[in-house]
């Protein structure tokens, strides 16, 4: 059970509050998202864009560095991690992204710091002594190719941090990108530390990944997920993980429709099969489900859609809310 961004439920995303979370919940990885300053330190963002998650905008000294940039070939404005120093996003504050949907994590706004993964590591390492069950940690190169582009090399970055912190050699260890070309690098520089495994992210069919679209190439994630596909992913990865919906779709009555062959075709050719993002709220959850009534929350609903996606044969799976994923796990 894989901690999404920690326990951003609950917590502002990727702030220590919300791993501290995740960890006291029972989630048996925390997830950073890795992107670079203008340094070249890795911290922990979603995105390169920090508008939603930050209070920058509250900054009159950075009003200058809002632009626009084209990313994967998505147009976006707003403040971007690389066009700031390290000692300049500590002055930052983190929000919650999803604002009047989460009031608890709202309320933590303006409290807690950007993060580095020196820092997460840091804290994992600490919080892993002495637990009943291993703590792992996932972290996710975000937009390889994009930030190759502007000099920073995260997967050297990466494997500098691995060399750099004994814990992460013995630790489980997931690295996950949805671009290909960093993950097939990233095999052979990686497998003398037999504790990390690599997972390909999958993004919706119809689109390509990050990698492929900057070269012009033409595959695309639905081709991935075939059957052949599955099977040159297993070339290079341990882990296949795709969008739920892909997996299992949302039929016209509102239950999740049966599995796709997906999960059986992983397994087939040996890889483990995840999935993401579990979230309680009901708007996120298949219209059977929100048996909730008014509230901001469906505990019951989104434990009833991880237990189906766990009974169709996932191996892992990425929850805003590790305590309901914990629960639903151990059949509470």
Same mark, same amino acid.
């Not at 993002?277 to 901001?296: D, H, M, S, V």
């Given at each position: 059970?894989?901690?999404?961004?920690?326990?951003?439920?609950?917590?502002?995303?990727?702030?220590?509050?919300?791993?501290?979370?995740?960890?006291?919940?029972?989630?048996?990885?925390?997830?950073?998202?890795?992107?670079?300053?203008?340094?070249?330190?890795?911290?922990?963002?979603?995105?390169?864009?920090?508008?939603?998650?930050?209070?920058?905008?509250?900054?009159?000294?950075?009003?200058?560095?809002?632009?626009?940039?084209?990313?994967?070939?998505?147009?976006?404005?707003?403040?971007?991690? *690389?066009?700031?120093? =390290?000692?300049? %996003?500590?002055?930052?504050? +983190?929000?919650? &992204?999803?604002? #009047? @949907?989460?009031?608890?994590?709202?309320?933590?706004?303006?409290?807690?710091?950007?993060?580095?993964?020196?820092?997460?590591?840091?804290?994992?390492?600490?919080?892993?002594?002495?637990?009943?069950?291993?703590?792992?940690?996932?972290?996710?190169?975000?937009?390889?190719?994009?930030?190759?582009?502007?000099?920073?090399?995260?997967?050297?970055?990466?494997?500098?941090?691995?060399?750099?912190?004994?814990?992460?050699?013995?630790?489980?260890?997931?690295?996950?990108?949805? *671009?290909?070309?960093? =993950?097939?690098? %990233?095999?052979?520089?990686? +497998?003398?530390? &037999?504790?990390? #495994? @690599?997972?390909?992210?999958?993004?919706?069919?119809?689109?390509?990944?990050?990698?492929?679209?900057?070269?012009?190439?033409?595959?695309?994630?639905?081709?991935?997920?075939?059957?052949?596909?599955?099977?040159?992913?297993?070339?290079?990865?341990?882990?296949?993980?795709?969008?739920?919906?892909?997996?299992?779709?949302?039929?016209?009555?509102?239950?999740?429709?049966?599995?796709?062959?997906?999960?059986?075709?992983?397994?087939?050719?040996?890889?483990?099969?995840?999935?993401?993002?579990?979230?309680?709220?009901?708007?996120?959850?298949?219209? +059977?489900?929100?048996?909730?009534? #008014?509230?901001?929350?469906?505990?019951?609903?989104?434990?009833?859609?991880?237990?189906?996606?766990?009974?169709?044969?996932?191996?892992?799976?990425?929850?805003?809310?590790?305590?309901?994923?914990?629960?639903?796990?151990?059949?509470?």
């Amino acid at each position: 059970m894989l901690g999404h961004r920690g326990a951003c439920a609950h917590r502002p995303e990727h702030t220590l509050a919300s791993y501290q979370r995740a960890v006291a919940d029972g989630a048996d990885f925390i997830e950073p998202d890795l992107v670079p300053t203008r340094d070249g330190v890795l911290v922990s963002r979603h995105e390169p864009n920090i508008a939603e998650t930050t209070d920058v905008a509250a900054h009159p000294e950075f009003a200058a560095r809002k632009t626009t940039k084209v990313i994967d070939g998505e147009r976006q404005e707003g403040w971007f991690v *690389e066009d700031f120093t =390290l000692a300049e %996003l500590k002055t930052l504050r +983190a929000k919650e &992204r999803l604002g #009047a @949907l989460r009031p608890e994590s709202m309320a933590f706004d303006g409290q807690f710091p950007v993060l580095t993964f020196d820092e997460i590591v840091a804290f994992a390492a600490k919080a892993a002594q002495g637990r009943r069950r291993p703590l792992g940690i996932i972290p996710e190169i975000k937009h390889s190719t994009y930030f190759h582009s502007l000099g920073h090399d995260m997967e050297a970055k990466l494997i500098a941090a691995i060399r750099a912190h004994p814990w992460l050699q013995q630790a489980p260890v997931i690295v996950q990108s949805f *671009e290909v070309e960093n =993950l097939k690098r %990233l095999r052979p520089a990686l +497998a003398r530390w &037999r504790n990390i #495994a @690599l997972m390909q992210l999958a993004d919706e069919p119809d689109k390509r990944p990050g990698d492929v679209l900057a070269a012009g190439g033409a595959l695309t994630y639905a081709q991935m997920l075939s059957a052949p596909g599955l099977a040159e992913v297993a070339l290079y990865a341990d882990w296949i993980a795709p969008w739920s919906r892909t997996l299992m779709a949302v039929a016209p009555d509102g239950r999740l429709a049966p599995p796709q062959p997906i999960i059986a075709d992983a397994h087939r050719v040996g890889l483990l099969v995840g999935a993401y993002t579990f979230r309680p709220e009901p708007q996120f959850l298949p219209p +059977a489900l929100r048996q909730c009534g #008014a509230a901001l929350r469906c505990e019951s609903g989104s434990m009833a859609e991880i237990c189906a996606y766990l009974a169709a044969g996932l191996d892992g799976f990425f929850t805003d809310d590790p305590g309901l994923g914990r629960r639903a796990v151990d059949g509470a």
